[in-house]
């Protein structure tokens, strides 16, 4: 019970504070919840670090000093999470709690912070799931043209980015589902470089 009273406070702050897209917005949070739910009861997690920290792993993409600071978003959804956690006795061991807070912060690759444990792993290894697919080429597209990119823009991204993905993954069962996914990316990048 106490599981599902900290769910529904941190699934409320989180769309909350998501952005109003389909690219990092709370659409995305859910489907990397789900990826963390999956590879967590297979790896044996702790699921309920992996769903707070799945939720709450981009709050900090719609705190509006992040594009003038230039800070990434990992590390400030971390701070804001750990401002909220702080704010309700929840329950948490601090073991818990810095486990939650090093998940949020190590999940992004350009945050130069490498997950350390199981939890991290799996957060980090889901969220870069959910660039690769149909859902991540619809997403590298959607977010190219929302920064005003076109066609050569996507291929650039999906060159210095998406591509590079599935070499960044920690997990052999994030690397299995990312073989799949990457062959959409790599057909759709040799058929629109051949079509232009």
Do not use: W
Not at 30 to 53: F, M, Q, Y
């Amino acid at each position: 019970m106490i599981d599902k009273n900290i769910i529904s406070k941190v699934r409320k702050f989180a769309l909350d504070n998501s952005e109003p897209d389909d690219i990092h917005g709370f659409f995305h949070t859910e489907r990397v919840l789900k990826l963390c739910l999956h590879l967590g009861k297979k790896l044996d997690a702790n699921l309920l670090i992996l769903k707070i920290a799945a939720l709450l792993h981009d709050i900090g993409r719609k705190d509006k000093t992040r594009k003038t600071s230039n800070k990434n978003h990992a590390e400030i959804s971390s701070k804001m999470a750990s401002k909220f956690l702080n704010s309700y006795d929840i329950g948490l061991s601090q073991e818990d709690f810095k486990n939650i807070i090093h998940s949020i912060r190590s999940h992004s690759f350009s945050n130069n912070s490498n997950p350390q444990t199981l939890e991290a792993k799996i957060l980090s290894d889901a969220d870069k799931l959910d660039a690769l697919g149909a859902i991540g080429l619809y997403r590298t597209i959607a977010f190219t043209t929302m920064n005003k990119g076109g066609i050569k823009e996507v291929i650039k991204h999906l060159q210095n980015k998406i591509l590079k993905l599935k070499d960044q993954l920690y997990l052999d069962a994030t690397k299995e589902i990312a073989k799949e996914r990457q062959k959409i990316i790599i057909d759709f990048y040799k058929e629109i470089k051949d079509e232009i």
